[in-house]
Nanobody
């Protein structure tokens, strides 16, 4: 059973930094793309940053230059370094992974973490 577990959220003052982690456990053939999404109260979930298997990155315009996505394949962990945080970054942050199952002939599946709250105070 594949699981994604996020950690690293919390309360931080505007201008501060946080690093989110997403650990992937279970058996699978390989991980394709991974990414971070967020959902603020009353708003739709949105893509924050994505990292494809060929190391290409994609960021939401609102976080470019402030957030950095990275991946440690040996630790099976995805990271999101968030600097210069703003109040509008307050949201629940979710980790997502597109994973090829242990039998690679089967189609890739989408997995989500449980979410971690990030609150930025002024």
């Amino acid at each position: 059973q594949v699981q994604l577990v996020e950690s690293g959220g919390g309360l931080v003052q505007a201008g501060g930094s946080l690093r989110l982690s997403c650990a992937v456990s279970g058996s699978f053939f390989k991980i394709n793309a991974m990414g971070w999404y967020r959902q603020a109260p009353g708003k739709q979930r949105e893509l924050v940053a994505a990292l494809t298997s060929n190391i290409n990155t994609n960021y939401a315009d609102s976080v470019k230059g402030r957030f950095t996505i990275s991946r440690d394949n040996a630790k099976r962990t995805l990271y999101l370094q968030m600097n210069s945080l703003k109040r509008e970054d307050t949201a629940v942050y979710y980790c997502h992974a597109d994973i090829v199952p242990i039998v690679p002939a089967y189609p890739p599946e989408n997995y989500w973490g449980q979410g971690t709250q990030v609150t930025v105070s002024s």
